[in-house]
Structure formats: C-alpha cells, structure tokens
RNA sequence: GCCCUUGUAGUUCAAUGGAUAGAACGAAGCUCUUCUAAGGCUUUGAUGUAGGUUCGAUUCCUACCAAGGGCACCA
C-alpha cells in the first residue's frame, strides 16, 4: 500500500513537472489525520514560488485524477500543507482476510532473504553467577535473532564462555577456603550457587589480601596447566555444574544455542594471529604486545593483546573467536555480537585491528550493544556479590504470578507453566519495551509489572481474546468479511502496519517497536472488547467482529513471539 | 583530562525534522444479570540550560550543566 500512495505522488509531481528526490510518507500520530501522510508540498514549498498550501491543493488535484485506486477513499490538505490519504472500507476488510490467511506467518518479509547471521548474546562465564545483567543480553539477543529470521535470514546463536582466567580461580580459591561450598548432594542449581557464593569469597579477598592473591595467582596457573589433580577434578565439576545450570535457564528463557565457544579454545587461534601480524599491526612495548589504534583514530586507544607474561588478553581471544566463527561457517554474510556498552570501547579498538588484518572479516562484523542493569545506588558488581541472579528473579516473579492467578481449571502442571510462561513475559517486556541503549535502573520492588504496560498485559489480551474465539466456535460463527461494519475501528488501523513495524524492528535491531506496537493494538482490542459483544447471534456483524478477533491473535502471538514470549491460550 | 552513551509528567518509558509531545505506574472517581476485572471508561501532569541551522527542532549542530560507562597487561 505505501508503494501504491508513493507512486501517486510521484506521478502526480511528474504531471506537474515538479522534481523531488525522495519523498517521505508516514502514518499520522492521530488517526484523524488519515493513514498516510506526505509532507512534500512543505518540503518543496519553500523553493517554488507558491505557498506550501496551495501547492498541496494543486498536488491533490492531480492525485484526484489519477487516482484509481479503490483502496484510496479520500485524500485531503489538512495543517499548513500536509497531504493526507485515507484509505477505504474495502482495503480494511481485505487486510484483516489477507492476516487470516497468512496465520503465524503474519509480518514476515524478506529483507534478508539469503543472509546468513550468527548472532552471538549472553556469554555467561561458567564459575560465576548469571546475572540479570546476562538477563538482559539474553532477553534482546534472542528477540534480535527471531526478528532477523522472521525477516527471511538464516540465524545461528552462539553463546561465548569464559571457560578459563582469573575469575576461575578466585571461585575455586573460595571452595578449597570452605569445603561445605562443594557439597555435591543438591541439584546441579544449588551447587551452581554455591560456586557463585565462593567466587565471591575468592573476588573479595584478592583485593584485600596478598596473601590469598598470591594464592589465587597460583591456582590461575594450575588451571592453565591442568598440573594439580585436585584444582582439576574440582574445575571440572564446577564447569559442568554451572554449564548445567545455565541450560535450565536457556530452556526457560527459550533460547537454543547452536554454538558454545570456549575462550580457552580461542587464546591459541588468537596468539597465532597476533604473532604473524607482530611488527605489522601490533608492536612491542614495555614487554607486552600491543595495537597502537590511535595511531589510526585519534578515538581509539592502546590496548594490550599479549601480557608482559606472554597471556593473551582478551582481545587477543576476541580475534581467534571471529577467525573459529568464520571457519565455523565461511559463507555467513554478518556476525553480530551483542554486550552492554561497557564493552563498547574496546571491541571498536579490536574491529580496527581486524580490519587491517581481514578487512573481509571487519566488513562483516557488528558490534550491538546495550544500556546496563543498575541498581538504584550504582554499578552491580559480580565481583562485590550485590548481583541479582537471573534464576533468583525468575524464581521470585514466578511466584509472584502464582500469587496473583484466578482458579480456573488449570491442572497442576498447566499452572505452573503458565506461571513460569508469565513471569518470564513480566521480565523480559520489561527489558525490550525501550529502546535498547539505555540503561534499566533495577528496582527490587517496582521492576517488574503485571498490569498495564507490561507482558502479562499482551498475555492477557491475546488469552481473553482465545476464550472469544472458544466461544464464537461453540455457537458456530464463522469468519466472515462481507458483511462490515461501516466504522473503520482502531484495530483495523492498527492491525495492517505490522509488517512495516516488524520491518522497521530488524532494520534497527530494536525490538521495542514491536513491544510498543503491541501495546497499542493490544489496548485497541482491550477497549472494543470492553464496549462492544463480539460473539453474538443477534448482531449481524459479529462473524466480522471474530474475524477481527482471530486477526488479532495472530498478530499478537507472531508479536510476542519475536520478543520471545509465549503466548499461554489461557491465564 | 580525553572518548562514548544518556538527559522528556512525581516515577519508568515512547515519539522515521512536522499537525494538540503519547503510554504506564502513582493519585481521584465510575464500571462485572457480556465472551477471563492481570480488563474498560473519566480526571491530573513533562522536552536539563544557553545559542545556532530550518517554513517548522524532543529529534540536527555548538557550548555548558548533570548521570552512567570506558581510557595498558582484568573480562
């Protein structure tokens, strides 16, 4: 329909001998102002000797006569000069059908047919506790990836883990201090907390006592050399019990990895690069190997890539992960990796040093990055122990659903579900419904919301929406489009723009527009379904007003869906 | 000191350079003899400061103020 009204205008200019580069539609804020909306004549107005005004009187006179449209009812000069289209009965209707048919498929598009992506989010490291902050880098990075496939790409997620280093051996550190941290008789989540608890211990100690740093320093070097059979078996428990604690998270969360790489895996690859590329890109200093970047971009700076020690830093790793992500599969177009913004700095000093080494890679390569999680008082810290955990704030919204659910006949297992589906909704709308660089100030106790903007809100539309349609089927009213009402409702405005939102969405990698679109049309279907009786053999447009209603739960489970949630048929 | 991000109702967030700056929470009132009241309907309130570009600026530019992050051997 856009391309449609666009090329109107345009025709309509070209009849007029007016000459424009691009020309810009939009769907007015208010509704009033039409469905479409086109600013050239106030572009334009100003080079021309005429009013912008009149010039848009002219310019509609023109899309008059052309206009053949039968999906364009009106068009109209409104404001100082702005063109508005208002589309027809009959476009509505059809738009509602054309959602009917296309189902869970609604919104797709195919602006990335063919690509390949892998997209790379969370990256917890094993030993420490998965915060809310890995939360959050979750919550955005699988909504990102199910946006880019819903736009026609082949996704990949990897998930990268610091497997190896300093953090490693303060956590065991802190379980060779108390030996009850190592109780293996619980479940793979409170041995995994109990390691948290202990790398806590360790982190605390390392900034405070030399002796205990000294020790951990030791321990570091084990690791690396796999040389003490007791700091062995006890990091191999420990990896696989907070590797198996995380898995449970993902299988809530609804993320399913393809790739985990290790960064123990990576130094190699990585040291190799740097190495070939000494004298080149990166140069010798103080005892350590260095990439100058703001040699090259007086905004970048020095960054260290192999220690004084001969360690290779974290960069040095970042680069072997992008040459094992390539190896890993040679024709992907793009590969995104998501982080707080934090990270933001020293990934641009990396992408500079890559792009002189695989200017091919670099091309490739992007770096999306997010506000932080923080706390009414400042920075969360895993290395001060005022952190969050993702399972904990899961646990405790899902009991707060439990809390607040209405009996109905739910089996126990029902229940649970929907409750665990709810709370994961309260958590994650909470994060994608802004925009994804700002920072969340976490509060404890008004963070997460069951009503009005929030997820449980879209849940429970979409859910009121499905006992509509339980209904509608039990008195046998079908969908049907011929017979309409003559008012076009909010929903109908609203329900056609989907695609364009779910468009705009993966342009962007931003998510929230989706969140707010469903808000919108969730509130829309809210009040018509507060005002009026949608199921009703007396009311001749009733089997309009279910189609209306199946409409809106495709686009409303298609929507939550590409934010990660479900969408329980009933709550 | 330098670099990056961000400043919008009391609070948390929206607004491809356009029309009367939208929601939610909070507060006040009304509303289930209709399909789920986690709902609906009223009322209340905001663009950090100073300039500039523009027919038009919350949006772009400059300076200042404020918050957060980063700036060599941690990740």
Redesign the pocket.
Known sequence: MQQEILNLIKDALKNLNIEVSDI???H???L???DY?T?VA??I??GVERN?KELAEKIVVEINRLNVDKNIEKVEV???G?I?FYLSRSFFSKSVEEILNKGDEVGKNDILFGKRIMVEYTDP?PFKPFHIGHLMTNAIGESIARILEHSGATVARANYQ?DI???VAKAIYGLLKDEKLQEKAGTHNTQAANIGKAYVLGADVYENDEQAKKEIDEINKKIYERSDDKINAIYDWGFKVTMEAFEDLYKMLGTKFEFYFL?SEMADIGREIVEANKGKVFEE????I?FKAEKLD??L????FI???G?P??ET?ELGLTEEKFKTDPDMTLSIVITA??????MRVVAKALSLIHPGYAKKMKHITH??M?FVG??MSSRKGNVVTGESLLNDTRAD?LE???E?DFSKEEREQ?ASD?GVSAIKYSIL???I?????Y?FE?SI??????G??LQ??Y??A???L???QKENILPDFEVVPDEISEIEKLLYKFPEVVARSSIEYEP??IA?YL?EI??AY??F????????KEDKYSAYKVALTYSFTFIMKTGLRLLGIKA????
């Open positions: 810009v539609i939009e007015p804020e208010d009033k102002n039409g909306s600013n106030l572009a107005g100003k912008p409104a404001g100082f702005f508005n490291n610091g280093g300093l953090h960064e200093s103080d005892g350590a260095v007086p905004k700076h020095t960054r260290v220690t004084s020690a360690l830093t974290y790793k913004n934090e990270q933001m700095d020293y506000g932080m923080r400042g920075k659903v607040k659910m209405v109905r929907i709810v419904k802004q925009g660089g700002g920072d969340i100030i509060d008004k919301s069951f009503e009005g903007d929030s449980p809100y429970y539309s859910a009121r499905n006992s509509v339980e209904k509608a929230h527009y707010n808000i969730a509130r809210n009040s379904y507060g005002n009026t009786v949608i199921v009703n329980p048929k009933k709550m």
